[in-house]
C-alpha cells in the first residue's frame, strides 16, 4: 500500500510539473486557490501573468551527467531562493538564497557538489511569495 502511495505522489508531481512548465512556456501561471473548492479539493486556475516576476526559467542540457545550468529572468530586483528537492519532497541542496537584481541570471549545478545520483528531481525557484518548478532527470 506504501509503495502504490508512493507511485501514486510520483505520478501526480510529474504531471503537476509538467504542467506548470508547459504553463509558464507559454505565459501563463499555474494557482491553487485557498478560498474556493471543489467537493473538498482545491481547484487549480491557469492565470495569463503580464506583470510576471520570472520569465524563461530553464535548464539545460536536461538530461543531464555531470551539471546542469540553471537560468531565469527577473524583472526587477527580488529575493530568490532556490532549491533542490526529491520527489519525496526532501530538499537535497539550496543553490541560491540571495536578494538579486532585475536581469538574467545563470547557476550552473554540479551533481556532485550535493552527492545527487541518477533520478528525476524538483528545482523549486521562490521569488518573493511565487514559486516556479522545473524537472531535473540525472543520468
Do not use: C
Amino acid at each position: 500500500m506504501v509503495k502504490l502511495y508512493k507511485l501514486i505522489v510520483f505520478f501526480f508531481l510529474v504531471i503537476v510539473s509538467n504542467l506548470n512548465v508547459s504553463a509558464q512556456l507559454k505565459g501563463y501561471a499555474l494557482t491553487v486557490s485557498n478560498q474556493s473548492s471543489f467537493a473538498g479539493y482545491p481547484i487549480l486556475y491557469v492565470n495569463n501573468f503580464a506583470g510576471k516576476q520570472v520569465s524563461n526559467f530553464t535548464n539545460y542540457p536536461n538530461p543531464a551527467t555531470l551539471r546542469t545550468t540553471i537560468s531565469y529572468t527577473l524583472s526587477a530586483k527580488t529575493k530568490v531562493n532556490l532549491r533542490v528537492i526529491d520527489l519525496a519532497g526532501k530538499q537535497l541542496a539550496v543553490l541560491v538564497k540571495a536578494d538579486q537584481p532585475a536581469g538574467k541570471h545563470e547557476f550552473e549545478w554540479e551533481f556532485a557538489n550535493n552527492n545527487i545520483s541518477a533520478g528525476m528531481y524538483i528545482l523549486l525557484l521562490q521569488v518573493d511569495s511565487k514559486t516556479y518548478t522545473r524537472k531535473v532527470i540525472v543520468q
